[in-house]
C-alpha cells in the first residue's frame, strides 16, 4: 500500500511539472504565431479579452473546491450514490454559475459599456463585439464541465488531470495555428477556444478510471 501511494504521489508530480513544460512551451509558440498572423489590433484584443475571462472565476463561489472536498470524502466512506449525487448537484450549481456570467456579459454587451471598455477602432469594432461573446461562451461551457476535473482530483489522480491539460494545450495550439495559417481572423480564433473548451469536459469524463464514481454504482447493482 504504501508503495502503491508513493507511486501515485511521484506520478501526479511528474505530469504536474510535465504539464506545466507543455503550456509554456504552447504559450511561447503561440505568441510568433498571433504576431505573424494578427494585426497589432487584433492580438491586443484577444490578450484584453483573455484577462476579463479570469475575474469571472469568483461566480463559481468556490463550488469546485467544495464538491471536491465533498466527493473525496463520499469515495473515502465507499458511499457512491452520495458521490454521484454531489457531482449532479456540483453539474447544476456550476451550471447555474455558467448562465449568470453569460447574462452579466450579455448586460455589459446590451449597455454599451463592453464596447467603450474595449475601445476598439471602427474597422474592429464589427467584429470585436462577436469575438467577445463567443469567448465568453467557451468560458462559460467550462464552468459545469469542470465537474469531471475535481472528480479526477478527488480520486487522487492528479497525473491523469494534469495529462489531460497538456493534451488540450496542445490540441489548441495545433488547432489554432492552422486556422491563422490558412487565414482566419480573430473571429476563428475564438471559435477555436470555444470549441477546445468544449472539448475538455469529454476529456476529463474519458479518463475517469473504470472504477470510478460514474461506475460503482452500475457494478454494484450487477
Known amino acids: ?38 494585426t497589432e489590433e487584433e492580438y491586443g484584443l484577444w490578450l484584453t479579452i483573455l484577462s476579463f475571462l479570469s475575474p469571472l472565476a469568483i461566480v463559481g ?51 454599451g459599456i463592453l464596447e467603450r471598455l474595449l475601445k ?11 469575438v467577445v461573446l463567443i469567448s465568453f ?8 464541465l469542470q465537474v469531471f476535473r475535481v472528480a479526477l482530483r478527488a480520486l487522487e489522480r492528479v497525473d491523469l488531470e494534469q495529462k489531460s491539460m497538456s493534451i488540450l494545450a496542445i490540441l489548441n495550439l495545433v488547432v489554432l495555428v492552422v486556422v491563422l495559417v490558412v487565414g482566419g481572423r480573430l473571429v476563428m480564433v475564438a471559435t477555436t477556444y ?15 478510471p473504470p472504477d470510478s464514481i460514474f461506475l460503482s454504482c452500475h457494478c454494484q447493482a450487477c
Open 1 to 38: 500500500m504504501p508503495n502503491i501511494r508513493l507511486h501515485r504521489v511521484l506520478s501526479n508530480v511528474a505530469a504536474a511539472y510535465t504539464n506545466m513544460g507543455v503550456t509554456t512551451a504552447c504559450s511561447l509558440i503561440a505568441v510568433p504565431a498571433f504576431v505573424r498572423f494578427l
Open 120 to 130: 476598439t477602432t471602427p474597422g474592429l469594432r464589427s467584429q470585436a463585439l462577436t
Open 61 to 111: 463561489l468556490g463550488f469546485p473546491t467544495a464538491i471536491q472536498n465533498m466527493l473525496a470524502e463520499a469515495r473515502a466512506h465507499g458511499d457512491w450514490d452520495q458521490a454521484n449525487r454531489v457531482v449532479a448537484t456540483g453539474f447544476a450549481l456550476l451550471s447555474v454559475c455558467a448562465s449568470l456570467n453569460c447574462l452579466l456579459v450579455l448586460l455589459l454587451a446590451r449597455t
Open 137 to 144: 461562451a467557451g468560458y462559460a461551457l467550462t464552468q459545469p
Open 194 to 208: 470555444l470549441a477546445v473548451q468544449a472539448l475538455s469536459g469529454g476529456l476529463f469524463s474519458r479518463c475517469l
